[in-house]
């Protein structure tokens, strides 16, 4: 069928270039006359917040003024029913289907043959592609043509429905735009707050050019551009400042490199060039800032396009400044949530952080600069909310939920209620951790747990001694490097490695060596992969750069002098030979440090990370290595899945609580036991109330979590004997599949009442 190939490449081509999606519909529409030889062409959209409702958008061939006129619920009608089988329908006589419903305004009768086509993304329904013909019936070219055009179309319909275009051209439904969207976990917590939006007023691409010769005009912009660079530059020292209150200094670091950005000679020396070839201030900021930000773009490096993002939330702060000279003065509401489609650290900077609720951001993930602040701030975020319509939702209320990464827009009354009972739960539990704190983490039969926190942000770290946390079960030493210009130096790492085992002096603190690679890149240190979670990470990188990770082991180890409470672990261990090399180096910063220090160093207790299914089989040579095992449960069950942890579109098949995944952590812990080795849980299964039972229920008796996580997770274990629960994993890990085990441990839940423990959503 070349010819109608080459109509499709065409056809798309156009739609490409649409400038708005009514205009793209309305291409197809008039293209697709002419190319299928039809009679008349509709395409139905369902309208994103109107629950299941297929409106007609676009249509050729039937009677002028029905367009926005015609809907349909799922299901009704030959259109809705296309849509509910998620199908194409192809028929000869429609109007003998049992579904047909006649239109009368539409004058269709002329029409009987029709074929209705599906348009699908991820699998949701976004609309109903529609031909009819007086005759000649379609085929399946025909079919599989449409078919093709329609994932083409969807990508546009995605893109209009998340910059809210499609909810604008429905407007006259009603004002409201609820909705409820899915994004990535980006920090933990549930809030609540009317939304504030950022970002959306000033564009880089579209500064309109204005030539200029006159020097006297020439030199007034430069002034311009000169005054407005000085102000922001002055607005993120402030930021900074204002920052040390809630952040350590090394956090605050980052607002300072965004305002030494502002010195950058090549940035700066641009523009002024730009001006003296006579272009006002505002477009050659603008041109300067896009070619800068290009740079990083075309490099496809996911560490360097996020550097292009800063570059261009600089960009638009200064644009913004020339454009007004008193921007920023904006009135927040009392408890608020930002909005946005790139929310940004300096954002979270620019905002009384007192009212902030909590971050949705269309953009991002859990590894982006704004979710790491975010976290460290115990404010929730949303992050990579796809649909999110972030122009439509000023002054909404906006409710998220950082832990299972959904944001709620505008909910209706009934569901507003029910968030509103999440929230006050969830601060109710917390609350009851003041009780609880004290209390040991123990079954109804007498069986002791011991909780840990997860941590990486210096200013973690007394919420999580009040939690009647035991220790550190993992440290993350990335993140402090993640947000430095340049790897930390021995004696920098000294300092957060000392400060944090002072803190919980007496405690095990476990601090893992640098899990770099994957999703957590370092600016300073790129590296490129086409598969980068089957690639370079991990201790795979320290062990090729024995001087990174030895400095490293270094600083842990004389942080440790005369506290003895490290701990360290190594990360993504899939071999024995990475272990044996691994000590070798430890074994050797040891001898270094005690040379210097003249003393005799004790070696701190060593753990492998069990995250990498292959060491599920060597479990029991593992454990004679180490002196303990931490599971990983959220690297174990992305490889055994094959389910990337942080796509969006393949998240509903991650999860933890597989039957699978229960099957291997039951082989790790009976390595474990086999060798008398302790065994621990540090990734995120630990911290939900579910994988707490399937995990105690398997005989882990340490768990690591988030501090916010540790509360529910003792209300759990104090309300179960371990019997019951070993019972209950003996059932779970013969199931089919991740949906049944949740199910029955949310059943478990509501018979003790404790159903207020999985969240919404959940
Ligand atoms: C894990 O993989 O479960 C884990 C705890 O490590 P991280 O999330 O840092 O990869
Ligand atoms: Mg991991």
């Known amino acids: 069928m070349p010819s109608l190939i080459h109509t499709l490449q065409k056809l798309v081509k156009k739609v490409d270039q649409a400038p708005d999606i009514q205009q793209a519909l309305e291409i197809i529409v008039e293209n697709l006359i002419g190319a299928l030889k039809i009679d008349t062409c509709s395409i139905f959209i369902n309208a994103p917040n109107k629950e299941e409702h297929l409106v007609l958008m676009a249509n050729r061939g039937l009677n002028e003024g029905i367009v926005g006129k015609i809907r349909l619920k799922i299901g009704e009608g030959l259109v809705g029913l296309v849509a509910e089988k998620a199908e194409p329908i192809r028929l000869d006589h429609a109007y003998t289907h049992k579904n047909y419903v006649y239109f009368e305004e539409s004058g269709e009768d002329a029409f009987p043959i029709f074929m209705g086509i599906p348009i699908i993304s991820q699998r949701k329904i976004l609309g109903v592609l529609v031909l009819q013909r007086a005759q000649v019936a379609f085929d399946s070219d025909d079919e599989a043509f449409m078919t093709t055009l329609s994932t083409q179309l969807a990508n546009a319909i995605t893109h209009a429905r998340s910059s809210g275009e499609i909810a604008s051209l429905l407007t006259d439904q009603s004002a409201s735009i609820s909705c409820t969207l899915n994004g990535v976990a980006g920090a933990p917590g549930m809030k609540m707050g009317q939304s504030v939006v950022i970002n959306h007023d000033v564009s880089l691409h579209n500064v309109a050019d204005k030539r200029i010769s006159d020097p006297d005009d020439i030199n007034h912009e430069v002034k311009l551009f000169e005054a407005a660079v000085d102000q922001v530059k002055q607005a993120l020292y402030d930021q900074a400042e204002r920052m040390k209150q809630f952040l350590p200094m090394e956090e605050c670091a980052l607002f300072t490199a965004y305002a030494q950005m502002l010195d950058s000679g090549s940035l700066i020396e641009d523009t002024r060039n730009r001006i003296n070839e006579g272009h006002w201030a505002p477009s050659a900021w603008g041109e300067t800032i896009q070619e800068h930000a290009d740079v990083f773009t075309s490099m496809e490096d ?5 550097r292009a993002n800063d570059i261009l939330d600089l960009g638009r702060r200064v644009l913004q400044r020339m454009f007004s000279t008193q921007v920023g003065e904006r009135v927040y509401p009392q408890k608020f949530v930002l909005v946005g489609e790139k929310i940004s650290a300096t954002d979270l900077a620019s905002v009384p952080l007192e009212g902030l609720q909590a971050i949705v951001s269309e953009h991002g993930s859990g590894a982006s600069h704004v ?9 929730p975020a949303v992050m990579g909310v796809t649909n999110l319509p972030y122009t439509q939702v000023e002054g909404m209320v906006v409710v998220a939920d950082g832990y299972s990464g959904k944001a709620y827009i505008d909910p209706k009354q009934q569901l507003l209620d029910e ?9 109710q539990i917390t609350d009851s951790l003041n009780e609880l704190k004290s209390k040991p983490a123990i079954t109804t039969d007498g069986y002791r747990v011991s909780l840990y926190v997860n941590s990486g942000l210096m200013s973690d770290h007394s919420p999580s001694l009040r939690s009647g946390a035991e220790g550190i079960g993992l440290y993350r030493t990335e993140i402090p490097f993640q947000i430095r210009e340049s790897f930390p130096s021995e004696d920098e790492q000294f300092r957060i490695y000392r400060n944090v085992l002072k803190t919980f002096d007496g405690k095990p603190v476990v601090l893992r060596t640098l899990d770099v690679g994957g999703d957590k890149p370092l600016s300073y240190f790129p590296i490129k992969e086409d598969n980068p979670f089957l690639g370079w ?26 506290l003895e409470n490290l701990h360290i672990l190594l990360p993504m261990i899939s071999g024995l030979q990475e272990l044996d090399d691994a000590l070798i180096l430890i074994h050797r910063a040891k001898n270094e440090v005690e040379e210097e220090l003249g003393e005799p160093l004790r070696i701190p207790l060593i753990g492998a990370m069990i995250e990498v299914p292959s060491s599920i089989y060597q479990i029991d040579e593992i454990c004679q290595l180490v002196d303990f095992v931490s599971i990983g449960t959220n ?3 992305q490889y055994l899945l094959a389910v990337d942890r942080n796509n969006e579109s393949v998240a509903e098949l991650f999860s933890s609580l597989h039957p699978s995944v229960l099957r291997a952590l039951e082989q790790i812990v009976q390595g474990a036991n086999r060798q008398n080795t302790p065994v621990s849980v540090c990734g995120e299964l630990a911290g939900d109330p579910m994988g707490v039972m399937a995990l105690m229920g398997l005989g882990i008796e340490s768990l690591s979590m988030s501090t916010g996580s540790l509360p529910r997770a003792k209300k759990v274990i104090r309300s179960f004997s371990l019997s019951e629960l070993s019972e209950f994993i003996s059932i779970t890990k013969n199931m089919s599949d991740a949906q049944d085990v949740r199910s029955f441990y949310i059943e478990r839940l509501d018979d003790r ?10």
């Not at 996911?302 to 996020?306: G, Q, S, V």
């Not at 979710?371 to 404010?379: E, T």
């Open 371 to 379: 979710a790491i602040l975010a976290h460290a701030l115990g404010i």
């Open 537 to 562: 990470r991990g201790i795979r990188v320290t062990l090729d750069h024995p001087d990174i990770f030895i400095t490293q082991v270094r600083a842990m180890m004389r942080a440790n002098a005369g």
């Open 635 to 637: 690297d174990l069950t």
């Open 302 to 306: 996911e560490y360097l396009a996020e």
């Open 419 to 427: 968030l509103k009972l999440h929230i006050s739960e969830e601060e």
């Open 753 to 762: 009442g404790l159903g207020g423990l999985i969240r919404a959503g959940k």
